[in-house]
């Protein structure tokens, strides 16, 4: 019955995993066919669309397109005639000038091709948000907006431990700023307040209390300001009627567009990556989702769609935003960069970008482990 027990929990593992690189591989697969859906409609061969890496496990040709996909679904390209990109393998097209040539196409065209990506996975943030708010979205920490100021948990030896918070407590006001049933700005105005005096008022059992402390520090961001607490009280949002659930979805959505600019540019000001996820974690979050609902599962994958939107806009020629800029430059001076100067551009960018997702899946792994690790070290007989 064990070893049964075992194996049924191996192949419901298995298949979020399966369930979790499908995600992945359809956002990937969404954002190339914001590039491909420009391009046919403007005109432009597009000899190959192709989703993930590694050995071919399908491929056919539709509309003077090969579709393949492969078996590792972490990335895809459409390969696009007169567009040369590096590390697209074999481009048969890549030099062309002909009149279905991206090359020769107006400046507003390639713009459109090169931001439909980008385009297509907010798309999709949009109608799974409001797809969400027609069915109700549940309870979970994903979704800020749903959070009251009440305390679920606090975090031991933490500045609200020590302070006398509890769980239960219901946080209104930090420093007579009104927070009450905003997390957000809650987060916003505890952030620069580290290792600072701050007077809280929240109310405990139907009475309205103070008290003044001394702010935490984020773990690995000692700038940072910590409240000490785990996690917040969160609540259903119920089903919306068909319009009301289109504002809310396109609200939701701005706000995750909104958070996802400033955390962005917030990391690269401060240089920051220790909070960052890499594609261990992302697989690992949607892995969760799988075994969760459906609906969590949606969440998570509008969220990451979000993120792959905003990131692809960041000026490096692997990304839409670097393609952008350099047919923006050629646009302002009239005639095309010398195509070694972008290859050189490129190959830096793919060693730089490698070298961060090789350090945030080492990072990623080494936060994953270290429970286990630390157990171990326990069973051993090396800690306590």
């Given at each position: 019955?064990?070893l049964?027990d075992?194996?049924?929990?191996?192949?419901q593992?298995?298949l979020?995993i399966a369930?979790?690189?499908?995600?992945?591989?359809?956002?990937i697969g969404?954002?190339e066919f914001?590039?491909?859906?420009?391009?046919?409609?403007?005109?432009?061969?597009?000899?190959t669309?192709?989703i993930?890496?590694?050995?071919?496990?399908y491929?056919?040709?539709?509309?003077?397109?090969?579709?393949t996909?492969?078996?590792?679904?972490?990335g895809?390209?459409?390969?696009?005639?007169?567009?040369?990109e590096?590390?697209?393998?074999?481009?048969?097209d890549?030099h062309?000038?002909?009149?279905?040539?991206?090359?020769?196409k107006?400046?507003?065209?390639?713009?459109?091709?090169m931001t439909g990506?980008?385009?297509?996975n907010?798309?999709?943030?949009?109608?799974?948000?409001?797809?969400l708010?027609?069915?109700g979205?549940?309870?979970?920490?994903l979704?800020?907006?749903?959070m009251?100021?009440v305390?679920?948990?606090v975090a031991?030896?933490?500045?609200?431990?020590?302070?006398?918070?509890?769980?239960?407590?219901?946080?209104?006001t930090?420093?007579g700023?009104?927070v009450?049933?905003?997390v957000?700005q809650?987060i916003?105005?505890?952030e620069p307040?580290?290792?600072?005096?701050?007077?809280i008022?929240?109310?405990?059992?139907?009475n309205?209390?103070?008290?003044?402390f001394?702010?935490?520090e984020?773990?690995?961001?000692?700038?940072i300001?910590s409240?000490?607490?785990?996690?917040f009280e969160?609540?259903?949002l119920?089903?919306?009627s068909?319009?009301?659930?289109?504002?809310?979805?396109?609200?939701l959505?701005n706000?995750?567009?909104?958070?996802?600019?400033?955390?962005?540019?917030?990391?690269f000001?401060?240089a920051?990556?220790?909070?960052?996820?890499?594609?261990?974690v992302?697989?690992s979050?949607?892995?969760q989702?799988?075994?969760?609902?459906?609906?969590?599962?949606l969440i998570?994958?509008a969220?990451?769609s979000?993120?792959l939107?905003i990131?692809?806009?960041?000026?490096?020629?692997?990304?839409d935003?670097?393609?952008l800029?350099?047919?923006?430059i050629?646009?302002?001076?009239?005639?095309?960069?010398p195509?070694?100067?972008?290859?050189?551009?490129h190959?830096?960018?793919w060693?730089?970008i490698?070298g961060?997702?090789l350090?945030?899946?080492?990072?990623?792994?080494?936060?994953i482990a270290?429970?286990?690790?630390?157990?171990?070290?326990?069973?051993?007989?090396?800690a306590?």
């Amino acid at each position: 019955m064990a070893l049964f027990d075992t194996l049924l929990s191996l192949a419901q593992n298995a298949l979020a995993i399966a369930i979790a690189l499908f995600g992945i591989g359809f956002l990937i697969g969404f954002h190339e066919f914001g590039h491909f859906l420009f391009c046919k409609l403007f005109g432009i061969k597009t000899p190959t669309f192709s989703i993930g890496f590694g050995p071919i496990l399908y491929q056919r040709r539709i509309w003077d397109t090969d579709f393949t996909l492969s078996a590792i679904p972490l990335g895809g390209f459409v390969e696009i005639a007169g567009a040369a990109e590096v590390g697209q393998g074999e481009q048969k097209d890549a030099h062309s000038t002909q009149k279905d040539s991206f090359a020769i196409k107006p400046y507003y065209q390639k713009f459109l091709v090169m931001t439909g990506g980008i385009l297509c996975n907010l798309l999709f943030a949009y109608f799974a948000f409001i797809l969400l708010s027609l069915v109700g979205i549940p309870k979970t920490p994903l979704m800020p907006s749903q959070m009251k100021t009440v305390i679920a948990k606090v975090a031991p030896n933490g500045s609200a431990q020590e302070a006398g918070l509890q769980a239960g407590d219901h946080i209104h006001t930090i420093n007579g700023v009104q927070v009450t049933d905003n997390v957000p700005q809650l987060i916003e105005a505890i952030e620069p307040l580290a290792h600072k005096q701050a007077t809280i008022s929240y109310e405990r059992a139907g009475n309205t209390k103070e008290l003044t402390f001394t702010v935490g520090e984020r773990t690995n961001a000692p700038t940072i300001g910590s409240i000490g607490v785990i996690s917040f009280e969160t609540k259903d949002l119920p089903p919306r009627s068909f319009f009301e659930a289109i504002r809310q979805g396109i609200q939701l959505t701005n706000d995750f567009i909104v958070k996802t600019f400033t955390g962005i540019i917030g990391i690269f000001r401060k240089a920051d990556f220790n909070n960052v996820g890499g594609p261990v974690v992302i697989i690992s979050l949607l892995t969760q989702g799988a075994t969760s609902s459906l609906k969590i599962f949606l969440i998570l994958l509008a969220i990451i769609s979000i993120n792959l939107a905003i990131l692809n806009l960041i000026p490096l020629p692997i990304l839409d935003g670097g393609q952008l800029l350099f047919y923006t430059i050629e646009a302002i001076i009239g005639r095309p960069l010398p195509i070694k100067v972008r290859e050189y551009i490129h190959i830096a960018s793919w060693i730089l970008i490698m070298g961060l997702i090789l350090y945030l899946s080492v990072f990623d792994i080494a936060r994953i482990a270290h429970p286990y690790v630390e157990s171990i070290k326990v069973f051993l007989g090396f800690a306590r």
